[in-house]
């Protein structure tokens, strides 16, 4: 068991320390950074735990505790990244700080005083914490999503629907960190670093594709920001004036053929501000965005499903979605049934 332990560490070091210098060369936007630190810290701790790997019989309690209460210090990292993916640009220097500050203050009394107490104390904290952040999730991925809706007329690669897939397997892996935490056991400490590679394999991934909406949502998550003020002054003929030159977009252009169309290119293209653009669809149309443009998209796409015999990847693509997956998804919840079905129906 133990040069299976070494093996697995040897593993992680490698694909811990690769993936902080692939996503810091992704690019300089702090989810990208936050990653490449919690990667790079991760693989240096697992790289010390490497060198210090001893069989149980010489393994002095103390000094483990001590560098697993070290390696606890990095926990708010994993929030960190958590919340700048459900909750973007939300994160300060002062939640970092105090974050922080929540797990070395432990750590500095421990190691000062040798009293266990506080060793328990850090484990309970990030126990609480991690599991506190774990339902924080379920509800901020909603809130997400439902901004996505108002800006974006398309969610692949900018959803966190894959998020909600892996987040079982986050509370399998933190349950494992408590028990590796309270004893030394080297199958449970290879169950849970195995895990947890796994896990980091796929949240990578994910991770890698996501797309910033930075841009997009900037404004609506700074309560002071200046669209956001100046929406709310907007007068009854204004607001007419943006409904024409919207539905003149819509109804002539067909800008929603567009598969990557967004709030600020309506808004661009209209010469406006991205919350007219959104106020006019949550007031007049009574509808998100993301709404609006794909029921357009259905209706054009019903019409090449009748007078033509294309492929749905192909008819999925000139009604403006990116893949026949999402279009067979969008299709099946306004009209209820699958495009082959609509077909067949119609042409019946």
């Not at 040897?10 to 950074?33: I, N, Q």
């Not at 024409?244 to 209209?270: G, M, T």
Request: aromatic share 16%; hydrophobic share 50%; proline share 2%.
């Amino acid at each position: 068991m133990l040069y299976a332990i070494y093996f697995i560490y040897g593993l992680c070091v490698m694909f811990y320390f690769m993936m902080s210098w692939l996503f810091y060369r992704k690019d300089k936007e702090l989810l990208s950074r936050l990653v490449t630190v919690l990667m790079f810290v991760t693989g240096v701790q697992c790289l010390k735990d490497l060198f210090f790997i001893k069989p149980l019989v010489e393994l002095d309690e103390l000094n483990w505790m001590l560098a697993t209460a070290a390696d606890m210090v990095t926990v708010p990292l994993y929030a960190f990244v958590l919340i700048e993916l459900c909750s973007p640009t939300s994160i300060t220097r002062r939640t970092i700080v105090f974050h922080e500050l929540l797990f070395v203050v432990p750590f500095v009394f421990f190691a000062i005083t040798g009293d266990i107490v506080f060793y328990y104390a850090e484990v309970l904290e990030a126990a609480i914490y991690g599991i506190g952040y774990a339902m924080w999730t379920v509800f901020a991925i909603p809130k997400y999503h439902a901004q996505l809706k108002q800006r974006f007329s398309y969610t692949e690669n900018i959803n966190l629907n894959w998020l909600r897939v892996i987040f079982v397997s986050f509370l399998f892996i933190l349950v494992l960190w408590i028990v590796d935490c309270l004893r030394a056991d080297y199958a449970t400490e290879a169950l849970y670093m195995t895990s947890s590679l796994v896990v980091w394999m796929f949240l990578s991934y994910f991770i890698y594709r996501h797309k910033s909406v930075l841009d997009e949502l900037s404004d609506s998550t700074c309560a002071d920001a200046p669209e956001a003020t100046e929406a709310t002054e907007a007068t009854e003929t204004e607001m007419s004036e943006i409904g024409k030159r919207i539905s003149y977009l819509f109804d002539k252009e067909q800008i929603f053929l567009n598969p990557n169309l967004k709030v600020s290119d309506i808004a661009a293209a209209i010469g406006t501000n991205r919350t007219y653009v959104s106020a006019f669809f949550n007031r007049e149309a009574d509808c998100t965005f993301y709404d609006y443009v794909n029921k357009l998209r259905i209706e054009y796409a019903c019409k090449l499903l009748v007078s033509s015999d294309e492929s749905i990847v192909l008819i999925a693509e000139k009604s403006g979605f990116n893949s026949s997956q999402s279009f067979i998804r969008v299709f099946s919840k306004i009209k209820h049934t699958s495009p082959t079905k609509y077909r067949k129906q119609e042409n019946d």
